[in-house]
């Protein structure tokens, strides 16, 4: 089966996570995002390694879940759509700090086992080298490669990842502390890492370069240091649904059983580009190594980002694609997408509200992301998340990277573009009000549409009763030039005829319509006029009405906002009235009370339409 696994992830006994980072939170946020199989994090905490044993129960080789009693109650706050089976794999994280070839290294290290008896195993041992009982994720002054050799002898069924391997800091390949191939770090136990992890920072295209990765799988996981980063980062799987199969699958290098990576845009990621952070100074690889590293601000080296040191020993130009390679996905989170759409932060309320919606309606956060089709999308009814998700699967995005411990910022719009959306999306129910006289005079446009709507519909019924005559198709095309004689009677499926005002396009219009309905026997209610005026769209009916059978429905001809309008009554049951101006006016009115003046009346009214105009909601804080 295929699945979607964040195997690396703490608990809430590891150094500045989040309190709630227990399994209950861990089994609700694995359903809501839609990974499947999550690792434990921390096994080497001996609190945790308790809860392990408290709450989980193993349901398939090697695989843990929530304890059926634990579950129950947490499944009922799961929405429907999001509802499905989550499984724990036995997981830590190891921070090694050691001497090597005169250097200080530093790098964080994975570990999983099949079995509880072998992580007790393990956890013995490293408690009698070092401190494990005071952060989830402990220090240890030990050599990787001799980490890995313990884990080896302990249960040579269990594996090892080098954790987030670019990072500056803390990783295999850091610029700080790190090694600069797999076998400098490891020696000869190299054929025993056949996984390493590409962390926030770096996605598959940038390892692609580094040949020194050609023979071992890269993984993505979210490294979340609390729940609701859970499946930021993840890797998809389609095998079985145990320790073992999941283990297979990377050792093997099967593009099959191991599917890739779904990642962030690594600019996202922390570090990315170089720079310093206390400085706000943001570099690429190109200018830091023209100004040979030094911050321009305080004179100090700078950080070296990811991309950097990826360039730094890289052996390929960017852009190189191996064979055999996996797929990789490029995310971004629902709640930056959200916040990004509504400029509120992440973590806001009305984020969050949104995101509730979202997957109520939708299901799973990955599968949004991934696989909803923009009508699945849009039915959630959340302002341009459509829009954005497909900018998003398109790589249609702007990032300002992160750099030196500080995160990326995403645009997925520019102003000018969010504009333009919110107008075309929102121009039937409410109009921007801004003092530019041409929007004036669309808020006008508009008020008539609503009142044409019903004097069409008036009309459609007199319609009906109306006696009509057939006509000869002579009749129809005398008094246009050859040109236009040649658009009626073409059968092309797409034709654009350009003329300026007064041409007669509407009278080509109206023949093209009326031929097809006598000369080609199209059905006229299957014949949608659609005009830019509703002058245009009222003269077109008129027109051709005297061309259909009176058995016949008749053709639809109207503006654009008008047809959807039309739309929205007919499937889905929208069935409110579009209130215009004076009626607005005399409700603000009746709410404030009577004494209120009508310019302040008109005032309330515009800062309304100026407040749905940017998404804002009563709950929303107007300052
Ligand atoms: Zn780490
Ligand atoms: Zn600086």
Not at 51 to 57: D, F, P, R
Not at 121 to 138: C, E, Q, T, V
Not at 187 to 204: H, N, Q, R, W
Request: proline share 4%; hydrophobic share 35%.
């Amino acid at each position: 089966m295929k699945f979607i696994a964040d195997l690396h992830l703490h608990s809430k006994y590891s150094r500045a996570t989040a309190r709630n980072l227990d399994f209950e939170n861990l089994y609700y946020a694995a359903q809501i995002k839609g990974v499947r199989v999550v690792g434990t994090g921390d096994f080497t905490f001996p609190a945790w390694i308790e809860e392990i044993e408290s709450k989980l129960e193993e349901t398939e080789p090697g695989l843990f879940s929530l304890k059926r009693q634990i579950a129950k109650d947490i499944d009922k706050t799961i929405p429907e759509k999001c509802r499905n089976p989550v499984r724990f794999i036995l997981q830590t994280e190891i921070s090694n700090i050691y001497k090597k070839d005169d250097r200080v290294r530093k790098n964080h290290n994975l570990v999983y086992f099949p079995d509880i008896a072998s992580v007790k195993k393990f956890n013995a041992k490293l408690d009698s080298i070092g401190n494990i009982k005071s952060d989830g994720r402990p220090i240890l002054g030990l050599d990787a490669a001799d980490l890995l050799s313990i884990m080896l002898d302990i249960n040579d069924k269990g594996f090892f990842v080098p954790a987030h391997i670019w990072t500056p800091w803390f990783s295999m390949f850091g610029s700080k502390s790190g090694f600069d191939s797999i076998e400098e770090c490891f020696g000869s136990l190299k054929e025993y890492i056949f996984a390493v992890e590409t962390g926030l920072s770096s996605d598959p295209p940038m390892n692609w370069r580094v040949e020194d990765l050609d023979n071992v799988r890269l993984i993505s996981n979210s490294d979340a240091h609390s729940p609701g980063y859970l499946g930021r980062n993840a890797s998809v799987f389609n095998t079985k649904l145990s320790f073992f199969h999941i283990r297979q699958a990377l050792e093997k290098n099967d593009l099959e059983k191991y599917q890739g990576t779904i990642d962030m845009y690594p600019h996202q990621g922390k570090y990315h580009y170089d720079g310093h952070r206390k400085c706000d100074i943001c570099l690429n690889p190109a200018t830091t190594a023209r100004i040979d590293g030094i911050c321009p601000e305080c004179g100090r080296k700078v950080t070296y980002g990811v991309l950097n040191r990826v360039q730094e020993l890289a052996t390929r130009p960017e852009g190189y694609l191996p064979e055999n390679r996996h797929g990789f996905k490029s995310i971004i989170p629902l709640a930056d997408i959200l916040s990004e759409i509504f400029e509120v932060g992440p973590k806001t309320k009305k984020v969050a509200g949104y995101y509730n919606r979202a997957i109520e309606i939708l299901g799973p956060e990955l599968g949004i992301l991934l696989e909803k089709s923009v009508q699945e999308i849009e039915t959630a009814n959340v302002p341009l998340l459509a829009e954005a998700i497909m900018k998003m699967r398109t790589g249609d995005v702007n990032i300002d990277p992160g750099f030196d411990g500080e995160y990326g910022k995403v645009n997925l719009f520019s102003r000018q573009q969010k504009e333009h959306l919110k107008g075309e999306k929102y121009l039937l129910f409410d109009l921007p009000v801004k003092k530019d006289k041409s929007k004036v005079k669309a808020k006008t446009k508009v008020k008539k549409v609503i009142v044409k709507k019903e004097s069409q519909k008036q009309k459609r019924f007199k319609k009906k009763s109306a006696t009509k005559q057939p006509v000869k198709i002579q009749t129809l095309l005398s008094g246009l030039n050859s040109a236009q004689q040649k658009a009626v009677e073409s059968s092309a499926r797409a034709m654009i005829i350009q003329a300026g005002p007064g041409t007669g396009k509407t009278r080509t219009l109206t023949a093209k319509i009326a031929h097809l309905i006598s000369k080609r026997q199209v059905d006229p209610g299957s014949i949608l006029a659609l005009t830019f005026t509703n002058k245009a769209a009222g003269e077109l009916e008129k027109r051709i009405e005297k061309y259909v059978p009176k058995t016949k429905a008749p053709v639809l001809a109207a503006t654009f906002h008008s047809f959807c309008l039309k739309l929205l009554k007919e499937y889905k049951g929208f069935n409110a009235v579009i209130v215009d101006e004076s009626l607005r006016i005399s409700l603000i009115r009746e709410a404030m009370g009577e004494k209120i003046k009508k310019k302040a009346a008109k005032q309330v009214d515009q800062m309304i339409s100026l407040c749905k105009q940017n998404l804002l909601s009563p709950d929303d804080d107007f300052k």
